[in-house]
């Protein structure tokens, strides 16, 4: 299975751009890249996913790169509420299962 | 609004017990997963759950048993509580084998085992 490899934490401006790096360099072809984060106390909660293009919805953009050795989930506009444990993770082509390792821990400051 | 409860948001166990944790989701998903989670350690998978009567060990399974007799409900069991056993546990579900696999997670079960 594809590792995954974060920063263990990093803090932000509130309003700035947060950019949180994963390395997946023993990616697969057909395996794809999820970020999920973790507010305190609570479940994880789905952000987004992609395969090979660039992908953006209304929570963040998640920039892949060419080799797909590495990925970059960029939240535009951090809020204090951004403050969480974010995961990268790399799901195996032949099976369902999630495997979180332990992530990036964000904090983002006033 | 989809839904995954668990039945218990805190536990306090003693060592020795047999502990149910039991996880519903409403969202008529295949797929269910139960994870524990350590500080330092992330989230761990314990079992998973492709099917009414499948299942699949995960990373950590020892110590712990599973059971899915209906699709919504998926156990996750402590035949015999130990004071390692303390953790938060996380219950998940997803729709089986589409591309965009997203889990909806529970809120979380904390148990202590004494």
């Known amino acids: 299975d594809a590792k995954t490899t974060q920063p263990p934490s990093m803090d932000c401006a509130e309003g700035r751009a947060a950019n949180l790096p994963c390395n997946h360099s023993?990616?697969?072809?057909?395996?794809?890249v999820y970020w999920y984060r973790q507010i305190h106390s609570q479940g994880p909660q789905y952000i987004i996913h992609g395969l090979k293009n660039n992908e953006t919805n209304e929570m963040a953009s998640l920039i892949i790169t060419e080799d797909r050795k590495s990925s970059t989930l960029i939240l535009p506009h951090a809020t204090l509420r951004d403050t969480a444990v974010y995961y990268c993770i790399v799901r195996p082509y032949n099976t369902d299962k999630l495997i979180f390792g332990t992530g990036t821990r964000l904090q983002v400051f006033p | 609004d989809v839904k995954v409860t668990q039945s218990s948001r805190y536990l306090v166990k003693r060592t020795g017990e047999k502990v149910f944790l039991e996880c519903v989701q409403d969202m008529d998903h295949e797929n269910m997963f139960w994870y524990r989670q350590d500080p330092g350690l992330g989230l761990r998978l314990i079992y998973f759950s492709y099917d009414v009567k499948m299942k699949e060990k995960g990373d950590i399974p020892e110590g712990y048993s599973v059971s899915r007799e209906k699709k919504e409900r998926f156990s996750l069991i402590l035949e015999s509580a130990s004071t390692n056993q303390t953790s938060m546990y996380l219950c998940a579900s997803s729709y089986r084998g589409s591309g965009a696999n997203v889990l909806t997670f529970g809120a979380g079960s904390r148990l202590t085992v004494l």
């Open positions: 023993t990616i697969s072809g057909n395996e794809y």
